[in-house]
């Protein structure tokens, strides 16, 4: 059951029909092929509303021919590297085990079962998964059991019934040891051992930007505006994608993560930085401000990135016998936030500047905020004084009233 395109059109140019099987009033099951339609998506919803209007409610599809309608519905609400991942998961651990059922066959029994076959997978790396990754995968299934209860007469979904994965005997690993930063010294270390310049600058805007990586991979020299020493962070490059460009390899160039787009200051020292790199690019022919800010013609490639970051991480330790937490790409940007908030720079200021939300700026940095505890115990303080005063009033009103004489009777 899904869409399709067709390879003749009609007179007027129509290729897209959908095809699905249903239940007639009396049991008997049917396929239903529509007429052909201009778009896509035309096709869609007039398969939805074919869907929608069958006297039986009941309609049978497996899990993957749900998946890939639930997947039709939405591709065009979520960014392209999510739907990728979201392909991903689902190719990996659960087609494999749903994804020839029915899904009104499917049972509490059947998610208990896979759950526990999931709890025993290990990585490539042979390390068992993340708790937050297996959770993920448990969302996925209940987004495609949710599908076809809209959409398939699925009575109900056998997944809200069965709680999501929980490591009894995870560790609790405290904040701190979670988010993994350098100070301003031990960056300092780090540049000063950078001999190439375009990664001596790419490692200077991560840090002092606090970009994501694919953020500034992306960036080219129209968005950078040198007289009011600003930066437009407008788009990102993922590698999440089928999509394959002229040299072979996966990328594509898509919105910012939650699409928060932004326009962000940059330090003086930054500021240089970025020119002279300019200046270093100019003499290459055909250059023009269209060329990335980081690789030139082309983005610099991420394995590539890595590669120098680990080398110049092992030479501080050659060169100085200091040794410095080798932190990732993403790393670099909880290391300008966190030298944000030891400055006391406000949270909403914070959030502008990183592209996300308060709410997920405090969670994420919640323990390197000493005034949110300072807050905390404030809000404490008052509930108690507040208290206090009551307790007071209560007693003086006590004081002045006339003593209750207690009448006996004999």
Known sequence: MAVYQSKTATKKGEKWYFSVWYLTANGERKRKKSRKYFTKKQAQEEERLFLENQ???????????????????????????????????MKIHLLPYFGKMNIHNITVNT??????????????????????????????????????????????????????????????????????????????LFSSVITKIVFKVFFAFLY???????????????????????????????????EVNENGIKLKITNTKNRKNRTIKIPLILKNMLLELYEYYKEFEGFDDKWFVFGGNRHLPTPTIDREKDYYFKLVEETYGYSINRITNHEFRHSHASYLISKGVKVEIIANRLGD????????????FPEVEDEIIEALDLVETDYRIKEDTKKEFLQSQPAIKILQTS
């Open 55 to 89: 006297t039986p409610n009941r309609i049978d599809m497996t899990f993957e021919e749900t998946y890939y309608q639930y997947i039709g519905y939405t591709e065009e609400s979520i960014k392209g590297s999510t739907k990728y991942c979201k392909h991903s998961r």
């Open 111 to 188: 998610v208990i079962a896979w759950k526990s076959k999931i709890n025993k997978a290990l990585k490539p790396n042979g390390k068992p998964y993340e708790l937050s990754y297996k959770q993920s995968l448990f969302k996925e299934l209940r987004l495609v059991l949710k599908h076809g209860m809209h959409f398939c007469g699925l009575k109900e979904n056998v997944a809200d019934k069965v709680m999501t994965f929980h490591d009894r005997n995870e560790k609790v690993i405290a904040d701190e040891e979670k988010i993994r930063y350098i100070t301003p010294t031990e960056y300092n």
């Open 208 to 242: 002092y930007t606090g970009v994501r990586k694919g953020e500034a991979q992306a960036l080219i020299w129209e968005d950078i505006d040198f007289e009011k020493s600003q930066v437009r962070i407008i788009k990102t490059i993922t590698n999440k994608t089928d």
């Open 357 to 368: 939300t308060v709410g997920v700026v405090l969670k994420i940095y919640a323990h390197l």
